[in-house]
């Protein structure tokens, strides 16, 4: 039997208070997890101003990704119509029925507990755990418990924790005052907040007569927006463009700063991509519209150039055909084509040729390892039925008759 804490709410934005409720809940009642569960549609709530649901999510995974007791769930995101913390609960001790949930709240809600869908339900099935913020006061607090344990047998207890008045609402007002929040918000989250723009703050861009951002902010920029998983496949994928371009002659920085950037547009969905092309009036082909996988190449050329500040044209080429490629790369644009297909992360069980043979190819024969790469890639698409750009093949077909 699991102790489960359930952090329920908008998290329009998550901020610090959030993180201290949910880790003194989970130390004062010896919670095994508490997830954190983003209302989709609360009753209690004006949907106008809710950040989007991926927004969100996105958030949240950001806040919690290295605290090891903190997990995600988007149960209530993918219920359709008003969310109910009953239907919630019913969901979950239907489905974990050996498991014990303590639902954690702040303690201003207590007020309006007895409003929500089937009060009696959700106190027989439930341990309510009520954090004072600072919000209101003690003697308030224990009121409201003692009311609900006597009409309703509540099994409700109180968090203690410091005054902290720190809301969302306070937050997304100093946001689009243009005030800093970077003391109220984990770093992760209010990067995020700045690179997509979010509740009226001016979104993240260098003007054409600034420099290019530095590259701690980009490290703290990709991190926020990229999913983990994403953000050291880059940072693999930098580290082994900057080793090729020492051997092959190439410089080391242009190479690593593109290699950082490559998949700068990877944070957005496939539709959404499409829609950030369209704003910016890059063009789309029929292939990239029907693999949408092909478009963060260009796209993401456009994003290192707004968002941060790149001017290189050799860099943000080799950003746009890393995916593709085209006849006649430059040294750059070959090193990170390459650098993609096999930083130390990677583990495909390429044919016909070994990621081995490819990293040695690499270090040896640019141009021959391209090649590989591409016969891998190439046959693989082929064997998906995935559609296949022509300027792959059209590469693909410059670089063997190149290393015949």
């Avoid at 949240?60 to 995101?77: G, M, N, R, V």
């Avoid at 943000?316 to 070959?334: D, F, R, V």
């Avoid at 084509?337 to 583990?347: C, H, K, S, V």
């Amino acid at each position: 039997m699991a102790k489960i804490g359930i952090m329920g709410g908008t998290f329009n934005p998550i901020h610090n208070v959030h993180l201290s409720m949910a880790e003194e809940a989970r130390i004062q009642y010896k919670l095994d997890e508490v997830r954190f569960m983003p209302s989709k549609n609360p009753p209690h709530k004006n949907k106008q101003g809710i950040a989007s649901d991926s927004h969100r999510k996105r958030m949240i995974q950001h806040a919690i990704q290295y605290h090891p007791f903190f997990t995600f769930s988007d149960l209530e995101l993918k219920r359709e119509g008003t969310t109910f913390t009953r239907d919630t609960l019913a969901y979950l001790t239907e489905t974990c029925p050996v498991d014990q949930f303590y639902f954690i709240l702040g303690g201003d809600s207590l007020a309006s507990l007895e409003s929500w869908k089937e009060p009696t339900y959700i106190f027989s099935h439930c341990h309510i755990l009520a954090a004072n913020r600072g919000d209101i006061s003690e003697e308030k607090i224990a009121e409201w418990i003692h009311y609900y344990k006597e009409k309703y047998g509540a099994h409700i207890s109180e968090i203690q924790m410091p005054s902290q008045r720190i809301s969302s609402e306070m937050i997304r007002n100093k946001l689009a005052a243009g005030c800093d929040v970077s003391t109220y918000c984990p770093v992760p989250v209010t990067q995020y907040i700045r690179f997509h723009g979010l509740y009226g703050c001016d979104r993240l861009s260098q003007k054409e007569t600034e420099p290019p951002m530095k590259t701690s902010d980009m490290y703290g920029c990709l991190s926020a927006c990229l999913k983990p998983k994403r953000y050291i496949h880059t940072l693999g994928v930098a580290m082994t463009a900057a080793n090729l371009a020492a051997v092959h002659g190439c410089d080391s920085n242009q190479a690593y700063t593109a290699g950082l950037l490559h998949d700068c547009a990877k944070y957005l969905t496939g539709k959404e991509q499409i829609t950030a092309c369209q704003s910016a009036n890059i063009s789309l082909t029929k292939v990239e519209l029907e693999n949408t996988a092909l478009i963060h190449g260009k796209l993401g050329a456009y994003i290192a150039r707004t968002r941060y500040g790149i001017r290189d044209k050799e860099i943000l080429s080799a950003i746009t055909w890393h995916t593709t490629g085209k006849p006649k790369m430059s040294l750059l644009e070959k090193i990170i084509y390459l650098a993609d297909y096999m930083e130390p992360g990677r583990a495909m069980n390429c044919k016909p040729y070994s990621l081995t043979q490819i990293r040695r190819a690499s270090f040896e024969n640019i141009d021959k390892a391209l090649y590989m790469v591409l016969e891998c890639s190439v046959k693989y698409l082929e064997k998906s039925g995935v559609p296949i750009d022509p300027q792959t093949i059209d590469t693909y077909q410059y670089y063997r008759k190149k290393t015949d």
